[in-house]
């Protein structure tokens, strides 16, 4: 029902969007300011809508441009925007721009959908078939996408900007080690629905594995003026207590004499070399008997702990102590027999003063032969030989049965001592034998020299060819290594079929027995070492460090 207007009323003035802009263009042309920038006098508004007013912003501010709209919330349809968002003045956003945004968004949902396939793949997780199905075939899809358009990531937009992802880096080797600022991972927490024995298996598993650069290539060799050198200036912090043992120990010199005299024989035993303080008691000994008789007694001092003492050497030693230097008798070319000869000896003469028989590590690996136990203990058990000897092992009462035990007659007296085995034990080869490396014994970079100024120079030539091979092979596998990121022992060598033909080519001999011939020098001297592969080739290789070798091949081209 529409209201009835008076007569005096006046139809109020309808301001439109259209009627603005006229009047806008009209006080332009007139040099006066636009009437949109000056408020309108409020005027009762008719019943219903405006005519042409219809989808139509309202103006809160004269300059449309850059004033901010609503719109009407009945004309509000769906899929528009209520709002509409303020941008500045001249900021225009290129087509192109807009597309690398969607694909920089499309790119991270191939990533998203390429590490949900990876994880997939390698923990197994699959919970629902249909699930799994619809979801596989989406990030494929994805995934298959990303190959076509890869193009697309390099390159720069139309208006002369770089693209959102740049060309990335040649990967790099990575250097051994953490690197900066990293940290170490966190270990897997366990789940919490396990059963308690699950739990201490989870917390007991193995870790990865680890291996170190660290080999026993890489070690120094130690050789004998370094050992010498080491042994002078150490200085000891228990000399005093060692030097009071020995003194203490020495106070039963006389007991000793005693149970010689008795038909006993000793056996020293205990922690520490025993050497000094026997050869202490000789030399008591050798003195009482001076003082006593006038002349010195028959005294034989074995080193057992030689590598190269055998029983032979023994008894003649005793033979020719009883016999004296100038005796032209023979003594028999087995053990048995000249064992045999010096009974019978002892036998036809009278023996005022018993021979004394030292042996210094009787459990020593040279002695430790049945065959050798059973010829000493027939020896000791002589009334005219007094046996004192010293064991080093634990385990030395395992040599001898009751048999032996009784022909030996030992009295054992506890003689620990502490003192270093420095005699006893040889430091250099025995490190060497450890680390497995004993063919160096000819003493390094001089000791080859040594050795092959006596050799002809064919033979100087071979050497000569077999370090340079040896060195351009370990330089191809060093590189080999570092490519793979790992640095093993590098282990050089040169195959025996291909150092001949080089040989060959060299004229340094003609065939392969001259070959051999010259190899043979080379292994008599431990200067070369000889392997085989797993195919089963023969492999020569200089038994040295890298520098080394670089430094005796500098040596042979001089």
Not at 165 to 176: A, F, G, Q, Y
Not at 251 to 260: A, N, V
Not at 410 to 428: L, M, Q, W, Y
Not at 511 to 538: A, C, V, Y
């Amino acid at each position: 029902m529409k209201r009835k207007l008076n007569d005096d009323d006046t139809d109020p003035a309808i301001v439109t969007p259209a009627t603005s802009r006229l009047r806008q263009v009209s006080d332009n042309a007139d040099g006066t300011d636009s009437p949109s920038s000056v408020a309108d006098t409020p005027t009762k508004r008719r019943r219903g809508r405006p005519p042409g007013s219809t989808n139509k912003n309202k103006t809160l501010l004269g300059d449309t441009a850059n004033s901010l709209t609503l719109k009407s919330p009945a004309t509000h349809l769906p899929g528009t925007k209520l709002f509409s968002t303020p941008t500045k003045p001249g900021a225009d956003v290129s087509h192109e721009k807009k597309e690398a945004v969607v694909r920089n968004a499309d790119r991270s949902a191939r990533r998203k959908s390429a590490r949900t396939l990876i994880a997939r793949t390698i923990t197994g997780g699959l919970s629902d078939e249909d699930d799994l199905n619809e979801g596989d075939t989406l990030a494929h899809r994805i995934w298959n996408d990303d190959n076509v358009e890869g193009e697309e990531l390099i390159g720069t937009l139309d208006d002369g900007t770089e693209a959102t992802e740049l060309v990335p880096d040649t990967p790099s080797k990575r250097r051994p080690g953490r690197p900066k600022g990293a940290r170490r991972k966190r270990s897997p927490t366990p789940p919490q629905d396990l059963p308690p024995h699950e739990q201490y298996f989870f917390h007991n598993r193995t870790g990865g594995v680890r291996t170190s650069n660290n080999t026993l290539d890489s070690v120094a060799l130690l050789n004998h003026e370094e050992y010498f050198d080491s042994i002078r200036v150490h200085v000891d912090p228990h000399d005093s207590e060692i030097e009071f043992l020995k003194d203490l120990h020495s106070r039963s010199f006389h007991q000793w004499r005693f149970e010689f005299e008795e038909g006993f024989n000793l056996c020293l035993y205990g922690w520490g070399s025993k050497r000094k303080l026997v050869m202490d008691y000789v030399q008591w000994l050798h003195t009482r008997c001076i003082k006593s008789t006038g002349k010195s007694p028959p005294i034989v001092i074995v080193n057992g702990y030689n590598s190269t003492l055998n029983i032979r050497e023994i008894l003649n030693t005793v033979a020719n102590s009883l016999l004296g230097p100038d005796h032209s008798q023979k003594l028999g070319s087995q053990p048995a027999e000249i064992l045999d000869f010096i009974f019978s000896h002892l036998s036809k003469q009278a023996i005022t003063d018993p021979l004394t028989l030292v042996i210094h590590s009787i459990d020593a690996s040279p002695l430790r032969r049945q065959a050798t136990q059973v010829l000493l203990a027939g020896l000791a058990s002589h009334t005219s030989i007094n046996l004192l000897a010293t064991a080093d092992t634990p385990s030395f009462p395992l040599l001898w049965d009751s048999s032996l035990r009784e022909q030996y007659n030992f009295i054992f007296h506890d003689s620990t001592t502490f003192a270093p085995f420095s005699s006893e034990i040889n430091i250099v080869d025995d490190v060497h034998e450890l680390l497995g490396r004993s063919g160096r014994r000819v003493g390094g970079r001089e000791g080859v020299g040594f050795v092959l100024k006596s050799l002809p120079e064919k033979a100087r030539d071979l050497y000569r060819i077999l370090v340079s091979e040896q060195l351009a092979g370990m330089e191809e596998a060093l590189i080999e290594s570092d490519e793979a990121e790992d640095r093993p022992g590098v282990q050089g060598g040169v195959e025996y079929r291909a150092l001949y033909q080089k040989a060959v080519e060299e004229f340094i001999c003609s065939n392969e027995m001259n070959f051999r011939t010259l190899l043979k020098e080379f292994h008599d001297h431990q200067m070369i070492s000889s392997r085989k592969d797993p195919l089963g080739t023969e492999i020569l290789c200089v038994p040295f460090q890298k520098q080394e070798l670089e430094a005796i091949l500098e040596d042979l081209v001089g």
